[in-house]
């Protein structure tokens, strides 16, 4: 079956600020990515901060364009798009993005918010698009009556309920949640993940869950890939990665994650990156388990 995501060999370099008798260096932001996503999969993509998963999650959907590689997405190379057809394929790839902060336009109301991707897309008329909106409001939790108020007057729950909100109203087929639940209350987070469930099974969602939170991925992913300096270096069945960590890196991440016992009984994993080979391609070290060892 083919899978509705296939990333293959992404690459995606920042030029870095050069002299006038220096060659240009370059930071790898991402370096030779590939992992495929399944429809109706919970894909989970983890990582310390500056991994290059968020960045992977923007060049997928080419908010940002990456250097090289191919993002086929029902089989089609979402690079090769004209600017037409990527406006096209947008309908079908949406994100959610981590601070619903600064996501929101503070000027726009609600309302106005959630109805511009179908303004952009020129779907349906006034009339059926103020009716999409107080749909797609009480499907997120919220009132379809506070169209008219401004994202200021909503908590930062709410405000992530918002962009959902505005993510789902072109009936995509992927969601790319970039740490979706990172900038909110534990109490708040909780609400926000099991509503993400909760639509993924009501309308049939595929999502990339970008996270460092590995306590919540371990419990909501299906699979799971781990990130470091730009590379993969462990995927696999989620319960398999966290029950037979086999990277350093891996082994390093996991056991740093809080025990709800203290008293419990742990080994620490101190990574020195000086000692690892990060040239070693993936291996396979279990049943559909892949390690860079």
């Known amino acids: 079956?083919?899978?509705?995501?296939?990333?293959?060999?992404l690459v995606k370099h920042f030029p870095q600020r050069q002299g006038l008798l220096r060659a240009p260096t370059f930071v790898k932001a991402v370096d030779d990515v590939s992992f495929t996503i399944d429809t109706g999969e919970m894909f989970g993509l983890v990582g310390e901060s500056g991994s290059g998963k968020s960045t992977t999650g923007r060049c997928i959907l080419r908010l940002l364009e990456p250097t090289s590689g191919q993002v086929l997405f029902r089989g089609e190379d979402v690079?090769?798009?004209?600017?037409a057809r990527m406006r096209a394929a947008r309908r079908d790839m949406q994100i959610v993005f981590q601070d619903p902060y600064s996501s929101l336009n503070p000027r726009m109301?609600?309302?106005?918010?959630?109805?511009?991707p179908l303004v952009i897309h020129g779907l349906g008329n006034s009339a059926d698009r103020r009716a999409r909106v107080a749909e797609l409001l009480a499907l997120v939790g919220l009132d379809p009556d506070h169209t008219s108020r401004y994202?200021?007057?909503?908590?930062?729950?709410q405000r992530q309920r918002i962009g959902i909100a505005r993510a789902l109203a072109l009936n995509p087929a992927l969601v790319i949640a970039d740490e979706a639940v990172s900038a909110l209350d534990v109490s708040v987070q909780a609400q926000v993940v099991h509503l993400l469930l909760e639509l993924k099974e009501r309308l049939r969602l595929t999502y990339l869950f970008i996270a460092h939170d590995l306590r919540l991925v371990r419990h909501i992913c299906d699979r799971v890939a781990v990130m470091y300096r730009g590379r993969i270096v462990e995927i696999g069945q989620t319960v398999a990665v966290f029950a037979n960590p086999t990277h350093p890196y891996t082994q390093a991440l996991l056991s740093a994650v809080p025990l709800l016992d203290p008293d419990a009984p742990r080994t620490r994993h101190v990574l020195d990156p000086d000692t690892v080979d990060w040239s070693v391609p993936l291996r396979e070290v279990g049943t559909g388990h892949q390690a860079a060892v």
């Open 1 to 9: 079956m083919t899978p509705l995501l296939d990333v293959r060999h």
């Open 79 to 83: 690079l090769s798009f004209d600017a």
């Open 109 to 116: 109301r609600v309302g106005a918010i959630v109805e511009e």
């Open 151 to 157: 994202p200021h007057e909503f908590s930062g729950g």
